[in-house]
C-alpha cells in the first residue's frame, strides 16, 4: 500500500534531509556572520544592531532575580545548550569511537594538543608584553561545524577516516577549549554555590548509577540546580552544560535480541488487531504502538537520543544566532589598523600557522615514533589539507575572545582577526586538498 502524505510533507522531508547535512551547518553559520556584517556596517541597521542586543531580560522566582542583556542570554544561556552537545559527543567518543582505544585516540589527541599549544605560543609571542596577552586561547579552538562542512565539499578526495580524525581532534579540542575557558578565564567564585553545584552534579550521578532516565529530571536538576549555581557562582555558566552531559545515561535498557523478541511479540498481537478506521487507531493498536515506542526507548540510550532531539536545535537555531549576535563587526578606518596590530596578527598567524604546524608536527612525531599510525586509507597530503581546515575557529574563538578582554577595541582586534583567518584557512585548506589529493574511486 501507498504511504500516504500530507501535504506538510513536502516541506518537512527536505528540510529534514537538509538537517542532517553537515554542509548545510556550515553555510548557515557563514550565511549569519555574512548577515550580522553587513546589518552592523548598513547606514539603516547598524544603530538598531549595535543596540538591539543590550535589551534586558528580566525573570524572577521568589527572591532570586536574573537580569541579563540578550547579548549575555545567548551567550551564557543559548550556548550552554552547545556545551551541553559538545559534551555529549565527548562522552560517546571516549566510550564507543574513536577515542575509546588509546592506540587510535593516540593520534588525534596528540594533534590536538599540538594544535592547541602552538597556536597559543604563537599568540602570546605577538602580545607577550602587553594586557592583550590575555588572548592566548582565542586561536586554541577549532570549529567542528564549519571543518566538517567544507571537508564534505571534498570528501571525495580524502578517505572518510580522516573526518573521523578531524572530529575526534576536534572533540580533544573542545575539552581543552573548556577546560581553559573554567580555569583561566574566570576571575573570581563564589564557593557557596560551587557546593551546590557539585551537590546537584552527584546527585546526578547518583541516579545515573540508580538506572533514571528521565530526560525531564536531568533537564530540571540540570538548570535548577548546576547552571543556576555557576551562574550566581562567577563561574562562566556554559561550563554546566558539560558537567551535566557526563551524567546521562550511556547504556541501553534492553539488548537487541531482548527488543526483537519484545517487537516480535507485540508485531504478532498487532496484526491480530481489527481497524476500525483508516485514520484512527483503535484503542488496542493505540496500546501496542506505545509499547512498541517503548521498547525503541528502551533500546536505544538517553545520550544518543538526547544527543539526536538537540542537534538540529542547537545547530541549525542556537549556533546562528550566536553567530548573528557575534559577528556583527563595525568595519571602520582603524579595521585594518587593528588587523595588523600584534592582537590580530597573533590570531591569524595562530589559527592558520599554529594549527597546521601544530597539528602536522606532533601528528609526524607520534607516527615516526611508532606511538600512532596514520588514519587508514589517508596520507600526509590529506592531514596537511585538514589541519589548515582546522584554522577555522569562529564559534569557540569568537566566545573567548568575549571572555578574555573587557577592552571593546581588543575584542573587535579579535573578532575581526578570527573572521579573517577563518575564511583564509577555509580556502586555503580547499585548495589544498583539492589539487594535491586525486578523486577517490568508489567502489
Known amino acids: 500500500m501507498k504511504e500516504h502524505k500530507a501535504p506538510i510533507d513536502y516541506i518537512t522531508r527536505p528540510v529534514n534531509k537538509l538537517v542532517k547535512s553537515d554542509a548545510a551547518i556550515g553555510v548557515l553559520l557563514f550565511v549569519a556572520a555574512v548577515a550580522a556584517m553587513i546589518v552592523a556596517n548598513s547606514s539603516w541597521g547598524g544603530e538598531w544592531y549595535r543596540h538591539f542586543w543590550e535589551k534586558e531580560i528580566t525573570i524572577s522566582f521568589e527572591d532570586k532575580v536574573f537580569s541579563l542583556n540578550l547579548h549575555y542570554f545567548i551567550n551564557d544561556g543559548l550556548m550552554a545548550l552547545f556545551f551541553f552537545l559538545v559534551g555529549l559527543e565527548i562522552k560517546r567518543e571516549f566510550i564507543a569511537s574513536e577515542l575509546s582505544e588509546w592506540r587510535k585516540a593516540a593520534l588525534p589527541i596528540g594533534a590536538a594538543i599540538g594544535g592547541m599549544a602552538i597556536p597559543a605560543l604563537i599568540y602570546y609571542a605577538f602580545n607577550y608584553d602587553s594586557e ?7 586561536p586554541m579552538a577549532t570549529d567542528i561545524a564549519f571543518a566538517l562542512g567544507l571537508i564534505n565539499l571534498v570528501r571525495m578526495r580524502i578517505a572518510s577516516s580522516v573526518k573521523v580524525f578531524i572530529t575526534s581532534l576536534a572533540v580533544v579540542d573542545d575539552i581543552g577549549a573548556v577546560l581553559v575557558i573554567a580555569f583561566f578565564y574566570t576571575s573570581s567564585f563564589d564557593a557557596h554555590q560551587l557546593y551546590i553545584a557539585g551537590g546537584a552534579w552527584l546527585l546526578l550521578l547518583v541516579a545515573n548509577r ?3 532516565r528521565s530526560v525531564f529530571f536531568y533537564g530540571f536538576v540540570g538548570i535548577g540546580g548546576i547552571w543556576v549555581a555557576f551562574f550566581y557562582s562567577g563561574i562562566h555558566p556554559t561550563i554546566a552544560g558539560i558537567l551535566l552531559a557526563f ?9 537487541k535480541d531482548q527488543f526483537t523478541d519484545r517487537l ?5 498481537k498487532y496484526l491480530k ?17 506505545k509499547g512498541i515506542r517503548a521498547a525503541g526507548d528502551d533500546a536505544r540510550t538517553p545520550l544518543q537520543k538526547i544527543e539526536t532531539g538537540l542537534y538540529p536545535f542547537v545547530y541549525f537555531i542556537v549556533m546562528p544566532i550566536f553567530a548573528f549576535a557575534n559577528a556583527g563587526l563595525a568595519i571602520e578606518s582603524n579595521f ?21 604546524l601544530g597539528i602536522s608536527l606532533i601528528s609526524r612525531l607520534l607516527v615516526g615514533l611508532g ?11 590529506q592531514i596537511y589539507g585538514t589541519s589548515i581546515l582546522a584554522g577555522i575557529g569562529f564559534t569557540m574563538s569568537l566566545f573567548i575572545s568575549e571572555l578574555a578582554f573587557e577592552s571593546k577595541e581588543y575584542a573587535e582586534a579579535a573578532k575581526s582577526a578570527i573572521l579573517v583567518a577563518s575564511v583564509l584557512a577555509a580556502t586555503i ?5 583539492r589539487f594535491t589529493n586525486p578523486k577517490i574511486e568508489t567502489k
Open 210 to 212: 540508580l538506572g533514571v
Open 132 to 138: 592583550a596577552s590575555k588572548g592566548w586561547g582565542i
Open 264 to 268: 516480535k511479540v507485540l508485531y504478532r
Open 273 to 289: 488487531t481489527v481497524t476500525v478506521d483508516l485514520d484512527f487507531n483503535t484503542q488496542r493498536e493505540d496500546r501496542l504502538l
Open 336 to 356: 585594518f589598523e587593528l588587523l595588523l596590530g600584534p592582537i590580530g596578527l597573533g590570531v591569524i598567524a595562530g589559527l592558520i600557522l599554529g594549527k597546521i
Open 371 to 381: 606511538i600512532a599510525k596514520l588514519p587508514a586509507g589517508s596520507n600526509w597530503k
Open 429 to 433: 585548506g580547499l585548495i589544498v586538498i
Open 247 to 255: 551524567t546521562i545515561p550511556a547504556k541501553y535498557r534492553i539488548t
